[in-house]
C-alpha cells in the first residue's frame, strides 16, 4: 500500500513545526533540509523536498530529496532514519494498519494461540538439518599428498582464497571434485552450500545447489559483521571472499535479485552495491539497488571493479588485497533513485 499524504504530512508536521512547512499544489511538502544543516550549509531553508506519492517513478514508499547535498531515499526510510524505528513500524505509520505486513501481524495474533474454532494449531515442524553430500570432507582434513587435495589448493591458491573455509566431494556422483562452499548462519550452524566445480569445460553446470533449501531464503558471509557494519554486496562467493580477504565485509546473495527474505536478513546493515563490471553485474546492481531504496534502505552506496577484470577475484588475483580495499574505498560512491539512470546513459 502506498504511503498516505494526510499521515506524512502529520509527521512532518510534528517532527519539523507546521510554520517550517509548505505544501505545493503537485503534493510535494517542502521544509528545511537538515541534511544540509549538518552539512554546514549556510543555504538549507526548503531544500528537503518529499513526495508521497512517489515523484515520478511513483515509489510506493515515497521519495524525498535534498537538493543541497543529494541525499535522497523513501519516506519510510526517512522516518525510520529520523524516528529510529523499525521498517516495519515506519510503513505501518505511513501507510497505514490495512499494509500487508499490518495484516500479518493481526492475524498472527488471532491464530498465534488457536485457530478461528477455537482448536490448538499442530506445532511448527523444526526445519531439516543440512549436511553436506556424502564423502564431502574439509580440504585442510585430507591427506597432506593426496592428489585431490593438492588439485582443490591449486585451484583455490591461484585465486588467493584460503583452503580451510572450503570442502571437497570425493564421491557422489552430482557433486564430486566439486569445491563445497558452506554458508552459516550467525551462531555458526550450517544452514546451505554451493559446489563449484573446478573443471574448464564450459559445458560443465558451474553450480550444483543444495538440496532442499532454496538459495534464495539465505546469504552468504565469510564471516557474520555486527549489525551496522558496511557490507559489500555481490552475486558470487568468491567475490565476497575476494572482499573478505582484504578486510572488508563480502557478502553473496547468489543472484541479481533479492527475495523478501534476504532483504530482511540485511536490514541490519548498511550497503554498498559491489556487482561485476559486465552488463549483467549493472543490471544486478540496478535492480537491486531499486529494490533496497523501495524498502527503505538509506545510505546506499555503490563501487564496481575496473573494466578490464571482470569481478573481484579478477582484480585480486591480478593484485593484491591491499589494491582491492584502496580501490573500494577510493571509488565508493552515493546510490540513490536517479545512479541506474546515469549509469545505463554512461554505458550507451
Not at 35 to 55: S, T, V
Request: hydrophobic share 35%; proline share 4%.
Amino acid at each position: 500500500m502506498s504511503v498516505s499524504f494526510d499521515a506524512f504530512l502529520e509527521w512532518a508536521n510534528d517532527k519539523f513545526g507546521p510554520e517550517n512547512i509548505k505544501v505545493r499544489s503537485n503534493g510535494e511538502i517542502c521544509t528545511h533540509s537538515f541534511f544540509a544543516h549538518q552539512a554546514g550549509i549556510e543555504d538549507w531553508k526548503y531544500h528537503l523536498w518529499m513526495r508521497p506519492d512517489g515523484g515520478k517513478k511513483q515509489l510506493k514508499h515515497g521519495a524525498y530529496r535534498c537538493w543541497k547535498t543529494d541525499a535522497m531515499g523513501s519516506l519510510v526510510g526517512l522516518v525510520m532514519k529520523m524516528d529510529h524505528i523499525t521498517f516495519d513500524e515506519a510503513e505501518a505509520m505511513l501507510c497505514g494498519e490495512s499494509s500487508l505486513r499490518a495484516l500479518e501481524r493481526k492475524c498472527h495474533e488471532f491464530f498465534g494461540s488457536k485457530d478461528a474454532y477455537g482448536d490448538v494449531p499442530e506445532p511448527v515442524k523444526p526445519e531439516p538439518a543440512v549436511d553436506f553430500p556424502e564423502h564431502t570432507l574439509f580440504i585442510k582434513d585430507m591427506s597432506k599428498t593426496g592428489f585431490k587435495r593438492l588439485d582443490a589448493e591449486r585451484y583455490l591458491r591461484e585465486r588467493k582464497l584460503p583452503v580451510e573455509k572450503f570442502a571437497i566431494c570425493l564421491g557422489d556422483k552430482e557433486f564430486e571434485n566439486r569445491i563445497i562452499i558452506p554458508y552459516y548462519d550467525r551462531t555458526g550452524k550450517l544452514i546451505y552450500y554451493n559446489a563449484r566445480t573446478m573443471s574448464k569445460n564450459n559445458k560443465i553446470i558451474r553450480y550444483r545447489k543444495c538440496d532442499g533449501v532454496d538459495q534464495d531464503t539465505v546469504v552468504y558471509f565469510p564471516e557474520w559483521p555486527k549489525p551496522g557494519e558496511r557490507i559489500y554486496l555481490m552475486e558470487g562467493e568468491f567475490d565476497a571472499e575476494s572482499v573478505f580477504v582484504a578486510k572488508l565485509f563480502g557478502c553473496a546473495c547468489g543472484g541479481k535479485h533479492l527475495s523478501d527474505t534476504q532483504i530482511e536478513m540485511l536490514r541490519d546493515y548498511q550497503i554498498t552495491l559491489a556487482f561485476d563490471s559486465d552488463k549483467a553485474g549493472l543490471e544486478a546492481m540496478t535492480k537491486i539497488g531499486g529494490q533496497l531504496l523501495e524498502k527503505g534502505f538509506s545510505d546506499l552506496k555503490y563501487v564496481r571493479p575496473p573494466k578490464v577484470y571482470k569481478d573481484w577475484n579478477k582484480l585480486l588475483q591480478q593484485r593484491n588485497a591491499p589494491t582491492v580495499r584502496a580501490y573500494i574505498e577510493r571509488f565508493e560512491k552515493s546510490y540513490n533513485a536517479i545512479t541506474a539512470d546515469l549509469l545505463k546513459l554512461k554505458e550507451l
